[in-house]
């Protein structure tokens, strides 16, 4: 650029400068290897790098159980009350205390006389929280975002025969912090950049955060045996799907994946789009990692990838920014011989859940 062009510029931004870093310094810990074994190795080292990035071992480590056989205390799950949303299906409200300081209302979908296996449904923004998911229809607000983007998938599953927890992710719903709390419009807000200013310079991340408090939660349903935890599985849209990738890729207790509207690489659809969500963004992330290489950590487990062809997130190069991780993700499903349990499901549309896959055979019993 010569002088005379930069003279004549209204505003001098920051991106082209991060662009350049980005290419510098990003994802230096993409798997590059051919073989399974080294897959493996891969994968056990990277699952430890990615824990430490979003401060989980911290967050054990400095909120660690004070008391011994506290994961065991059956007073961490309090039943407030039971609904049943339709013939055949409980739901049930739940207080989860995570750890002495921190506690998750949540919705438990349970078929009547049937505990088959159990899924976490988890919300992505302006849904309410666990309201949408689990299908509660008693705000006009949240049941007109419950149609808009097809949020009920906690509902629908239950109504298939799992047993679904639909949990409030921390900033939502019940646990919005000060400045995102209030009725009407306000239950579709979120305090999750409140929550990622607190974080971040403790050197936490929202994302960290997320995973603490469901593995606090999947640590309790294993030594209490309340349910079978042995086919736990994971689905969720948008930022639900973020929690699934994250949550799946550092818990190997989770079996199965399926992540709506949240796989695409890093620079188109989190750099070029920086005014997204505080809580996408983690310090140190993409200095290790694109997208798609926390995909591969999850390989081989079954794990559905939906994308919809007209998703303002995918960026501006649209299916191609998703492909691209989808390839990252593949490699590692080939290497493993799991390629049958890899599926990608595209769909039409704008940035939305497609029911249809809840039929896939990957996410019943059969799969
Ligand atoms: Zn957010």
Redo the contacts with the bound molecule.
């Keep these: 650029m010569s002088m005379a062009d930069r003279s004549k510029r209204k505003y001098y931004d920051s991106l082209p400068g991060m662009l350049h870093l980005y290419k510098k310094l990003g994802h230096v810990d993409h798997f590059t290897g051919y073989s399974v074994e080294e897959l493996r190795e891969w994968q056990e080292n990277e699952r430890k790098v990615l824990r430490n990035i979003i401060g989980l071992d911290r967050l054990y480590s400095a909120l660690d159980d004070e008391a011994s056989g506290y994961s065991y205390s059956p007073d961490r799950w309090k039943e407030m009350e039971i609904v049943s949303p339709e013939k055949g299906i409980i739901r049930k409200k739940v207080i989860f205390e995570v750890d002495k300081y921190t506690f998750m209302p949540m919705y438990v979908l349970e078929p009547e006389g049937n505990f088959s296996r159990l899924y976490y449904a988890f919300a992505g923004?302006q849904g309410g929280g666990k309201e949408s998911v689990a299908g509660v229809r008693e705000i006009k607000e949240i049941s007109e975002k419950i149609d808009f983007f097809n949020y009920d998938y906690g509902l629908k599953l239950a109504r298939k025969g799992f047993t679904v927890i639909c949990p409030d992710p921390r900033?939502f719903g019940e646990r919005r912090d000060a400045s995102a709390q209030g009725d009407n419009a306000a239950v579709l807000s979120?305090s999750?950049r409140n929550i990622s200013n607190m974080a971040i310079p403790l050197g936490l991340s929202?994302i960290g955060l997320l995973a603490y408090d469901y593995m606090r939660l999947t640590d309790y349903l294993e030594a209490s045996g309340k349910y079978d935890i042995s086919e736990l599985s994971c689905i969720g849209f948008s930022?639900g799907g973020m929690q699934t990738l994250f949550l799946s890729a550092v818990d190997r207790r989770i079996k199965r994946a399926l992540i709506s509207g949240y796989m695409y690489g890093v620079k188109d659809a989190l750099l070029l789009l920086n005014n997204n969500?505080?809580?996408?963004y983690v310090p140190g992330l993409w200095e290790h990692f694109d997208m798609g290489d926390i995909g591969a950590l999850l390989a081989p487990i079954p794990l559905v990838i939906q994308s919809c062809r007209d998703d303002h997130l995918n960026g501006e190069r649209g299916l191609e920014n998703v492909y691209e991780q989808l390839e990252i993700i593949k490699k590692a499903y080939k290497l493993m011989k799991a390629e049958k349990m890899l599926i990608h499901d595209i769909r039409p549309g704008g940035h939305h859940f497609h029911d249809e896959i809840l039929t896939a055979d990957l996410l019943s019993d059969k799969g």
């Design positions: 923004h900033g979120c999750c929202v930022g969500c505080n809580c996408n």
